[in-house]
């Protein structure tokens, strides 16, 4: 009797999770290269540039100065010797901290000590969040995760805390709230854990996250002076004005916001279809803490609800995405076919829409007349979608059978 021979399995596949981490390997050696000068020599204004600038004006105490680049008022600031740039940076002063180091440092070994080590640590927690399905979330992550590499951006950096605190959540271990705290580096995209922590009366979680804001803020304030705090909320109250002016790169943004701000609907409406997102993201995940879903369920669609709060989310944040997908893809895999999850890998790769297609695809070929639509943003609210179809499946008995 001839048995029937097993088709590979993919998504435990190690050839599939080496395949994928090579052109994130690459990316980093170009990266160095091009922030070295060896491929070209004028490459400049990338987003690392920036942060590297700002690391430069921390690097001499003069944080507060980077919060005032942006006032073309201020022409005899100290830091436009640093850079030239014009740019509105709005993150708090925790973040000069990180950035600190690097203006020690000239700009490709800054480049590649931050960069290597926020990746690093976001592999680290991607691969024992996900486990043996690790090949599976690299399958799935490898577009976003290796553009945000070469663009030198800091969501692996927050998405790497992010997984720390589902790590130690899902392990019962105390001081998963110092992680959460952490992610004050971007706050607009941890609100989603803050809530699942309030409707799971995880209290000791939101005490050790407020005592990690707290000694952070009065490091940041020892370090650089009480004085950064107000030309950072003077910053942060531009950017709003800036966002409702479509002042930045809308297309490159994957809220609901975005979406219906680039199909040309007006401020006040596309803030209401927003609003009307965040409440459905809000209220399925008060519906699986109600219903006593598993950490692994909960904590993996709180990573989804807290890109769904702010408007100003890019495509490089979508590196939070996949240390949720990680903790639920055990689960999605015993309610869905392979079919249904290569699907959602798609779209995945969809969602890195307008990193790629710019650079791949020339003028005058189609892409162009639909630049200006956020389609990446079309793209993640469909997976949000197909998550949440496949969640509500009764799990199969068998999964491996059918999958």
């Given at each position: ?6 088709l ?9 999770a ?9 990316a980093?050696i ?8 060896i491929?070209l020599q ?16 921390a690097w ?10 942006w006032?073309?008022d201020?022409?005899?600031l ?8 014009t ?18 440092l ?6 590649l000590?931050?960069?290597g ?8 927690v991607?691969?024992?969040l ?8 690299i ?14 951006q800091?969501s ?10 589902l ?18 580096l971007?706050?607009?995209?941890a ?5 699942e922590?309030?409707?799971r009366?995880r209290w000791?979680v ?5 005592l ?12 650089f ?6 030309p ?9 004005d ?5 002042g930045?790169?809308l297309?490159?943004m994957?809220?609901?916001?975005a979406?219906?701000t680039?199909?040309?609907?007006s401020?006040?409406?596309a ?9 459905v ?13 598993s950490?692994?369920i ?5 990573c989804i609800?807290t ?16 240390p949720?997908?990680?903790l639920?893809?055990?689960?999605l ?22 990193i ?14 639909i630049?200006?639509?956020?389609l ?11 998550v ?9 008995a068998?999964?491996g059978?059918?999958?």
């Open positions: 009797m001839t048995r029937r021979r097993r590979p399995d993919l998504e435990r596949s190690a050839f599939v080496v395949l994928c981490l090579l052109p994130i390997a690459a980093l170009l990266g160095w290269m091009l922030y070295s000068g491929l004028d490459f400049r204004d990338a987003d690392f540039d920036i942060f590297h600038a700002v690391g430069q004006v001499e105490t003069r944080l507060v100065e980077a919060y005032q680049l006032r073309p201020l022409p005899d100290a830091a436009r010797r640093v850079t030239e740039e740019f509105l940076f709005t993150y708090p002063p925790q973040l000069g901290i990180v950035f600190l180091p690097l203006g020690g000239d700009r490709p070994s800054a480049y000590v931050f960069m080590l926020s990746l690093a640590l976001y592999l680290f991607l691969s024992r996900a486990g043996d399905l690790f090949p599976a979330l399958l799935a992550a490898f577009p976003i995760v290796a553009a945000s590499v070469l663009n030198g800091t692996l950096l927050v998405a790497g805390l992010a997984g720390l605190y790590q130690a959540e899902v392990s019962g271990r105390r001081g998963s709230g110092v992680p959460l705290g952490l992610m004050i971007k706050p607009h995209v609100a989603g854990f803050a809530v922590a309030v409707l009366a000791h939101v005490a050790g996250a407020l990690a804001i707290l000694l952070s803020t009065l490091v940041a304030t020892l370090v002076g009480a004085d950064v705090w107000r950072f909320l003077e910053a942060t109250t531009a950017a709003g800036r966002l409702a002016e479509r930045f790169m297309e490159r994957i809220s609901a916001y979406l219906a680039t199909l040309g609907l401020f006040g409406v803030l209401a279809i927003h609003g009307a997102g965040l409440v993201v809000l209220a399925w995940m008060l519906h699986l803490c109600r219903m006593r879903a950490d692994r909960t904590l993996g669609v709180a609800a890109l769904a709060v702010s408007p100003y989310v890019f495509e490089y944040d979508l590196a939070l995405l996949f949720g997908l990680a639920m893809w055990s689960d895999v015993a309610r869905s076919s392979l079919a249904e999850r290569l699907g959602l890998v798609l779209l995945c790769w969809a969602m890195s829409f307008s790629y297609a710019g650079v791949i695809l020339p003028e005058g070929s189609g892409f162009w007349a630049d200006d639509v956020a990446q943003a079309a793209a993640f609210w469909v997976g949000v979608g197909l949440a179809v496949m969640l509500r499946r009764a799990p199969r068998f999964p059978k059918f999958a």
